[in-house]
């Protein structure tokens, strides 16, 4: 059976690096309301993961004399609205800052994949004390198409100089995974947003960042060897 030993890692954002998922539950369930939209937890759960505005082009029909550059500024003005309760505050993912730290200690290559734009990108690394220990950083700015297409994942990876056969992505949610897969990575899912059956495909689910174990090393027949312990 072959070995390979992951030489890079490549991160999501929301609900990998930090748990931003009832805050943004809330902000697109106030757009819905504010335009009279009936919404299930399955309408709300379709934006996990993947561009804003690509969601909302699929659902354009149920905001009719909308555009989506509309209803994407409207509930990014949520966020600082006066009128409107406090958000949900966010916090880190449990680990997620402390592996990353030590990863650019170790020198390891670092690269973050999001579908958020970048000043929101820019502004949760800030809050994170993260700001400038990630070597590349890919928003949803910076391609085409937006998870779960590879774009994103194969943009990192080319920036880091690294094959993707040869890099980890860490992501949350269903279509992050689906992405880093195509793109060849090996993906350790991080069951923080949706239920860990809906991560599957991954090949290592955890339940936050605490327990990841570095170097991975990956093999044929089996996922990444992860487990309780540091360095």
Known sequence: MAVMRAVAAVFDLDGTLI???????????????????????????SFAGRRGREVLAELLHLFPGRTVDELFDQVMAFQAHPDWPALPAVEPVPGAVELVRRLHGDGVPLGLVTSGVRPYAEGLLLELGL??????????????NGKPHPEGYLAACSALGVSPARSVAFEDAPAGVAAAKAAGMAVVG????????????????????RDVRWPHVFGAERGPEVGPASG
């Open 19 to 45: 748990d931003t998922e009832p805050r943004s539950r809330a902000l697109w369930s106030r757009l819905f309301d504010t335009h009279g939209v009936t919404y299930d937890d399955a309408l709300i759960g």
């Open 131 to 144: 700001t400038g220990l990630l070597d590349v950083v890919v928003t949803a700015d910076d391609v085409r």
């Open 190 to 209: 991080v069951a923080t947003t949706v239920p860990s059956e809906l991560l599957s495909s991954a090949d290592l689910v955890l339940p936050n960042l």
